[in-house]
């Protein structure tokens, strides 16, 4: 599916003081934060207090998690499947039901074997008119072969992509949920890109020099849904429910917006989630941002599940993406680090 990163190591921190300014620290936090008002994410004692103001409202893990178990329900989101077809249905009315614009860019698309296939890219509009605009991605479509699995006699199995892909739009749906009530300052695009995860599987020698992994948000780089299209920028979700997962900062990502990049890991700080976003390079994956950002030219960020030496975790491309390894904790982690960045734009 993507490019295995390299990683970097991380310089550790570290703070010294007194007792007795550690008591007047105290003092002053117990004071300010008596006469607040304002509720904040909560979170666990391990991660760190928020260095500036949390904004937005709550994401709620329990929405997103339903809404990620309503797209496996369908079974395997397969390109040319039924499954595949009614999730999209149903992905298009979600984002209806909460006043949303919806564009279906429907395309026939060639797989690295020849086979056609029926794309549809999604895409949601909020705010349609506002000319100030970003744009979250994911890809909503299920890989066809479990081919990292551990046991051969699966590779030729379906992946339910619970994480690899239901994941990344379970959220933008919440997100999507949430801004019926709470209006940020820009619109929003959600993009459910189609076709990510037709690449060759493993079991093919390919002479291939042509990209056939994110196909879909290859067409659509080509032929934006609209032809002046230039949000302020974008953000892929991939992966972005697993158990464990680590968010490290992805080199292409860094390459085109780097500025970006800080944002989103400050905002994950500000939260109290910087455990899941640490401030470590994790090296170049191939995913949907790379036409985004090279062939639209629209400057663009994964938030990605690496973690070093491990890959893309243990249930990446095999039978066992599914339900029982999806974790609501990632899920929160992620959404309200997007309500924090969406929610802070002027």
Not at 7 to 15: I, R, V
Not at 36 to 63: H, N, R
Not at 301 to 327: K, L, S, Y
């Amino acid at each position: 599916m993507k490019l295995s990163p390299l990683s970097t190591l991380l310089s550790p921190l570290s703070s010294l003081h007194s007792p007795l300014s550690t008591l007047l620290l105290s003092l002053l936090l117990l004071t300010a934060c008596g006469g607040s008002q304002k509720s904040t994410t909560t979170k666990s004692a391990t991660e760190s207090e928020p260095m500036a103001t949390v904004v937005g409202p709550t994401f709620s893990a329990d929405s997103a998690y339903a809404f990620c178990k309503a797209q496996c329900d369908f079974g395997p989101r397969t390109m040319n499947s039924k499954a595949h077809e009614e999730c999209g249905a149903w992905i298009a009315r979600q984002f209806q039901g909460y006043g949303l614009s919806v564009i279906e860019q429907r395309a026939t698309l060639r797989g690295y074997d020849g086979t056609p296939l029926q794309s549809n890219n999604i895409i949601a509009q909020y705010r349609p008119k506002q000319k100030e605009r970003i744009m979250i991605c994911a890809h909503w479509d299920s890989r066809p072969w479990a081919d990292n699995d551990p046991d051969s006699t699966n590779w030729h199995k379906p992946v339910m992509a619970a994480n690899d892909g239901a994941s990344g739009v379970a959220v933008m749906l919440e997100l999507a949920r949430l801004l019926k009530d709470n209006t940020p300052n820009v619109g929003i695009d959600f993009i459910c890109f189609d076709a990510e995860d037709w690449g060759e599987p493993q079991w093919v020698v390919s002479e291939n020099v042509e990209n056939y992994w994110a196909l879909g948000s290859q067409y659509w780089a080509k032929n934006l849904h609209q032809s002046d299209y230039k949000p302020r920028y974008g953000i892929l979700l991939d992966m972005v429910g697993g158990q464990g997962a680590r968010f490290y900062q992805e080199s292409i990502s860094l390459t085109y917006a780097r500025d970006l990049v800080e944002r989103i890991w400050q905002a994950g700080a500000t939260v109290g989630y910087s455990a899941y976003f640490p401030r470590e390079e994790g090296g170049s994956i191939n995913d949907d941002h790379k036409p985004v950002n090279e062939i639209a030219h629209i400057p663009c960020v994964d938030i990605i599940h690496h973690t070093r030496g491990a890959g893309f975790g243990p249930t990446w491309h095999t039978v066992n993406d599914d339900m029982q390894h999806i974790d609501r904790n990632t899920l929160r982690a992620v959404g309200q680090t997007l309500v924090q960045v969406i929610y802070t734009e002027k």
